[in-house]
């Protein structure tokens, strides 16, 4: 909860204005039973209309000011409810923006998701909440029992009877609801990974007729969330009834005590009128309480999850010394292995099964390397390594002499340009999606758009690069998404261009016309092309075989002919034996 005082600082003014009108109104609500009092037994008695007229009137204004009051104080409670809002999400998407491989991968993406939604919607709520009725209903409930003592204290001790009984509700309730509200947070977030692949993923469940199955997997999901909300929902939902209860009880033997003793003369009618008023003014502060009490056990929930979240950000990348080494190539993979952290958990590290291992080879400035392999053999993570989105477990990576570790992320980054397998293309113009934010002129555009081959399909239509995109590039087809964003890459002239499977959407024609132009406009670019096809690595100045984790071949394509038999075999399945030049 912490995180919540951390943005409400930040407009304790407008905090201070909304509880100080909220304290005057409530100091009003308690002023006007007292008035009631008085007119019962000291003004209705003269028969004097002027008298009762006046008071009445007293307490008239005395309620439209109060209502008025509440009413400003819950506006401006609501606005700093929702500024308080703004500025978590904002900050929690920022976080969200800077994580490591490692840090996202442990949080997930669904999880992410539902903590920028429901769990911020959830902490506005109870910030709106505990201006309204943080400050309001102590003072009534507190006031009321003062006052109510004041006015006879034998039947404020039949009031107080029922305080050890609600404290105990109150008890048993904090006990069990934060950790029930993250239970139900925790199936909240499996849902939505849950929808999210089905709604993403939707042309596949359809071709392959999995709707039922899809719609099973579901329900279950969904299930288990109705059930851990219907726990929480019944823990939490125990107080108010409980209360109301006990308070009931506390009423009838007031009345019951109270009329005995307006019958033996030793308090006025006025008297127990007005205690019945302070009584509800109690019970409505109790029940108030309450709620708060049950905003804070969600709201508590969360903070916490939104907590952890916010608190990766304070966890940055180390960056270490490192002095620069202008020996080595421009680019060094040196002995390097790696395993995903969050898939090693739970097992102990001499036992933990790599990603890659062992990997060397270098890179000089200008030259190219293909890397190819089968499905999970560790192509993707070389590039996640050299990008730092994970830290090597073992080795070290140099970009121009120095370990990427010793770069601020953004500088290295800044030397790439990378497609990455099924790469984005967001709902904006081409313009905008080629440029992505970087000072680059419509030239520069035009001609990265005509390097990746797409320029004249983007000519072809009256807007030019004002173009828009739909969401997730649905108005495109696959090869033009993927050109699209090949195009970004090449548009920053990058010093390392990093390709990542950026030609599997591509015809054999399409895919050699960008290679060409990659060589003939971006000379100076030092290349690492991912892929699948020998045709789009062959040509190459050095290739990397990858074979579960490990480098089982490296050289140039007459090389590894000659000395790689999973090479050769690659060759042959798809060349069929051809040694087809062109390709």
């Not at 009051?69 to 500024?83: D, H």
């Not at 308080?84 to 442990?106: K, Y």
């Not at 081409?430 to 399909?457: K, T």
């Not at 090389?559 to 030049?581: F, V």
């Amino acid at each position: 909860m912490k995180w919540i005082l951390y943005y409400l600082r930040r407009y304790r003014w407008q905090v201070a204005w909304s509880v100080t009108i909220k304290f005057f109104a409530s100091m009003g609500e308690l002023f006007i039973p007292f008035l009631l009092k008085y007119m019962v037994d000291d003004i209705a008695p003269t028969k004097d209309v002027k008298l009762v007229l006046l008071f009445g009137g007293a307490m008239v204004l005395c309620a439209l000011l109060v209502r008025f009051s509440n009413v400003k104080a819950n506006q401006r409670a609501s606005a700093v409810a929702k500024q308080c809002t703004r500025d978590l999400r904002h900050d929690l998407f920022a976080v969200t923006t800077n994580l490591t491989g490692s840090q996202f991968d442990g949080v997930t993406l669904p999880s992410l998701i539902s903590r920028m939604t429901a769990d911020s919607y959830n902490v506005q709520n109870f910030i709106g909440m505990i201006q309204r009725m943080g400050i309001r209903a102590p003072i009534l409930l507190i006031g009321g029992i003062i006052l109510a003592a004041v006015l006879d204290a034998k039947l404020s001790l039949v009031l107080l009877c029922m305080v050890p009984l609600m404290a105990c509700v109150v008890l048993f309730v904090s006990r069990h609801g934060i950790p029930l509200y993250n239970h139900v947070q925790n199936n909240v977030d499996r849902v939505t990974r849950i929808l999210r692949e089905n709604i993403t993923g939707i042309r596949v469940v359809k071709a392959l007729s999995r709707e039922e199955h899809e719609t099973a997997r579901y329900d279950e999901a969904n299930e288990a969330l109705a059930r851990s909300d219907f726990r929480a929902g019944a823990t939490m939902a125990l107080p108010n009834p409980l209360m109301n209860l006990f308070l009931n009880i506390g009423l009838v033997l007031v009345i019951l005590f109270g009329a005995y003793r307006v019958n033996t003369g030793e308090i006025k009618s006025g008297v127990i009128i007005t205690f019945l008023v302070y009584f509800n003014i109690i019970l409505g502060a109790v029940l108030g309480l309450n709620r708060i009490f049950i905003m804070y056990t969600k709201a508590g929930a969360s903070a916490n999850r939104i907590g952890q979240v916010l608190s990766l950000g304070d966890i940055r990348p180390e960056i270490i010394s490192c002095e620069r080494d202008a020996s080595v190539p421009f680019i060094r993979f040196e002995d390097v292995s790696f395993s995903y952290p969050h898939l090693q958990e739970t097992v102990e590290s001499s036992d933990r099964e790599n990603a890659v291992s062992h990997i060397s080879f270098d890179i000089n400035r200008g030259e190219s390397l293909g890397i190819i392999g089968s499905t999970g053999c560790g192509k993707t993570t070389l590039i996640n390594l050299l990008m730092r989105f994970y830290d090597v477990t073992e080795g070290r990576i140099l970009v121009d002499g120095i370990d990427v570790r010793a770069y601020e992320t953004d500088d290295l980054r800044r030397k790439m340009g990378v497609v990455f397998q099924n790469d984005t293309v967001f709902a904006d113009t081409i313009r905008e999606n080629v440029a992505f934010g970087r000072p680059l002129s419509d030239e520069d555009i035009r001609a990265a758009l005509a390097d990746a081959n797409i320029l004249s399909y983007i000519d072809s239509h009256e807007e030019g690069l004002d173009y828009r995109a739909t969401k997730a590039g649905a108005n495109l087809s696959g090869g033009e998404k993927q050109r699209v964003v090949i195009a970004r890459a090449l548009a920053g002239n990058p010093e390392i261009l990093l390709l990542d499977d950026a030609s599997s959407a591509l015809d054999y024609k399409t895919d050699a016309a960008l290679r060409k132009a990659i060589r003939e406009h971006h000379s100076d670019a030092t290349s690492i092309t991912v892929a699948q096809r020998i045709s789009s690595v062959r040509g190459m100045t050095r290739i990397l075989v990858m074979e579960a984790g490990e480098a089982v071949g490296y050289g140039t394509h007459e090389e590894l002919m000659e000395s790689c038999e999973i090479y050769r075999d690659i060759y042959h399945s798809q060349m069929g034996g051809a040694d087809n030049a062109s390709a």
